[in-house]
Every structure is written in structure tokens, then in C-alpha cells.
């Protein structure tokens, strides 16, 4: 993949040389036909490779130009499904020879394949409807070396800056991909969600169905619902409050559960329109959070919506977003992006997600930022995981074109 890529841009940069121009590094790599060629060798590899790939196309929104981000955007789940023999000898494994005699029905062709795993449709002798995750072969076995290679090719692009210490953030990335390997695991997190929202009638998530699920499969009621980009096309109101239970439902896990599903992959989604609920899949990624960082979060949201500077960046030192090496300069970049983030929230009772000005100019802000590779760093692991599920769930309302009525949200939990 590597090669084939490296091979496309030197072509391509000998083309903008003879034309008498200097090509940026940035924009031989990404051209639509590099695009291609990584997004099919991910959509192979599944595992850990794809799931870079997943969390680039969660990411894409109004950042990559669209015709990249309508490539990257069918690695969702879009990967290649396993054979039927190899699904047979999964489950012979799992639940032993003669399974079948158990099931009135099973799908052997999935109906969703992503990363790690591919579902499919099931249904039981005493009549329980299902969905049947199964876990590909080999994938917890790669974890490990599928990174190393990603910090292999990140090294040698050098896309990432040498003083840049990666290492801790590789780690972090292993143990998460293991946990969401762990479908017992994933069993437990889906049983606490399902307790924790269980009085909430906009939300569905799937029961546990522990006699049937192992390590490498994993057995929950199989839940209606269409993809939630569906509703791009109903109206206004519906996708308005939609969106505003997402963004709740974002807040709700940080501050009063400070247990997340940090993977709002919009596959993750579904739409039920005979009950107007939404229904909530995939907890592999569920991760606990300290009181300490809900209390943290709470302070800069407070200092952020009372406009005040010294305190916002009181809270963000706190939070380990910035600390005292970070260039004078570089902190009040910080915190102006902060306030460019704040300021159309504040500006308004409604914020409208499909407004993309503001993604524009947090996007040149960012791009900005990168051009200083030597004020780059690291942020606290949990704060990435906090960024990728609130980017998530703006990117999704963006999604819906919804208008919510963020403040009023914001303030049952500040």
C-alpha cells in the first residue's frame, strides 16, 4: 500500500515540476486515486488498519475535500464479509458442531461488515429474533503488529514531527482495540448502558444474550432501524431533535454516567421510525472517565460560557490541554480557538449544525497550528477519546442539518 501511494505522488510531483510549480507533501498525498488505493487495502486488511481508516472517514466531515471523504466514507462498514465456511467454522468453534439445530434461521450472508466483526441476522427454535456479531479470525492475534506498522508508516512519511513521543498514545490504541476485541466485554458494557438508560424512551440498546455470546461472538435482540442518515431527508423538527439527543445523550455520559461509548461512528446509529427512537450499537469502545475529568470539563464549559480568559485557560491547564512548556504564543492560539468554537453557541438561542462556517474556521485555525510542527503535543488520552466522541456527535448532527438549542442543554449539567 505504501509503495503503491509513494509511487502515485512521485508521478505526480515530477508532473507538477514539469509544469514549472513545487508540490506541497500534503497535496501528493492526498489525491483521490491515493485515496482509493488505501481505502481498498483497509477495507481487506479489517482490523486495526481499518479501523484508522473508520475513524479518517468519522473525521472527513468538512475537513477532507468530498470526493475523499465520499471514498473514505464506505470504510464505515463496508469491509469484505467473510466466506461462508469461514463463518461455519467460527461458530463450530464458539458453540460447538450442530449449532444449527438450535436456530430456526441464520443469515450466513452479514447484513453489516466493519473492522473487527460482521453481523448477521439469526433467529432461534424458542423464537428470540437476533443479530450474531462474530469476530473475524486472527484479529486479536494482529492488534499489536497492525499499529506498529501504522507508527512504522508515520515515522517514515514523516507526517509526524521526530521530538514527537507517539509511543504512550500506541499503547493506549492497542489496549483500546483489545478491549473492543473482547465481545464478554462488550456484553458487560451493553448491559450497563442498557441499565443506565433504561427509563429513557428515545433510545433503544440491544439486550445480551449471555447463553449464546462468547469472547469472539457476541448475541444481542436484534433491534429495527434504519441508518440514521435517513433522515437527512424528514423533517426539520424530527432531525432537530434528534440531534438534540445526541448531543444530551454525549453530555449525560460524561457528566452524571463519566461512562462513554467514545466510538459515535454514525454506523453506530440507527433510526427506528415506527417508534421515532434511536438505536444505540457497538459499546466495544465504552471507557470509563475519573470525577476528576467531569469536573474539569464542567469548569471550562462554565468559564467558556461566562467569557472568561483567565479561567478558561485555568481549566484547560487543568485539564493537561496546555501545561507551562507550551510557547506563550501557542496558549493564546489555544484558547482563541476555544472562544472560535464558543462563539456561534453564544451567539444564539439555536446553533445550526449545518452551518459549516465555524468548521471552516476551526479547520484554518488547525492548519495553522500544523504548520508550527515544533509546538506540537500530546494531549491526555482521555481527552482524545472525549474529542473523538464530541467530534463525532457534531460531525452526525452536522449530518442531520439540526438546530439545537445547545446552552439550554448544556446547563441540566453544569
Known sequence: MAGGVAGGMLLDGLSEVARGRRP????????PANVLKVTDQLARLRGAAMKMGQLLSM???????????????????????????QVQAVLDRAWG????????????????????????????????????????PGVRRSIDSDVDNVALLLRVSGLVPAHLDV??????????????????????????????LSGDPHVVV???H???TRPDVLVMSYAEGRPIESLESAPQAERDRVG?????????????????????????YRYDPATRRVVLLDFGATRAFPPELAAGCRALALAGLSRDREASERALLELGLLDESVPARHRQNVLSTFETALEPILATDVFDFGDATIL???????????????????????????QRKFGGTYLAAARLKARVDVKTILARYL
Open 244 to 268: 438534540a439527543l445526541l448531543v444530551d445523550l454525549a453530555l449525560r455520559e460524561l457528566f452524571v454516567f463519566r461512562l462513554m461509548q467514545t466510538d459515535p461512528n454514525l454506523a453506530n
Open 59 to 85: 473525521e472527513a466531515g468538512d475537513v477532507l475535500p468530498p470526493e475523499l471523504a465520499a471514498i473514505l466514507e464506505r470504510l464505515r462498514a463496508d469491509a469484505e464479509p467473510m466466506p461462508r465456511a
Open 24 to 31: 506541497r507533501l500534503e497535496d501528493l498525498l492526498m489525491t
Open 206 to 208: 440491544p439486550g445480551v
Open 167 to 196: 509511543a504512550p498514545l500506541l499503547d493506549q490504541a492497542k489496549r483500546q482495540l483489545h478491549e473492543e476485541a473482547d465481545y464478554e466485554r462488550e456484553a458487560d458494557c451493553l448491559e450497563r448502558f442498557g441499565a443506565l
Open 97 to 136: 458442531r450442530g449449532w444449527e439445530k438450535r436456530f430456526d434461521y441464520f443469515a450466513f450472508r452479514p447484513v453489516a461488515a466493519a473492522s473487527i466483526g460482521q453481523v448477521h441476522r439469526a433467529q432461534t427454535s424458542d423464537g428470540r429474533d437476533l443479530a450474531v456479531k462474530i469476530q473475524y
Open 360 to 386: 471552516r474556521r476551526l479547520r484554518e485555525d488547525g492548519m495553522a497550528f500544523a504548520q508550527e510542527r515544533e509546538g506540537w503535543r500530546l494531549p491526555p488520552v482521555d481527552a482524545l477519546f472525549l
Open 210 to 212: 449471555r447463553d449464546l
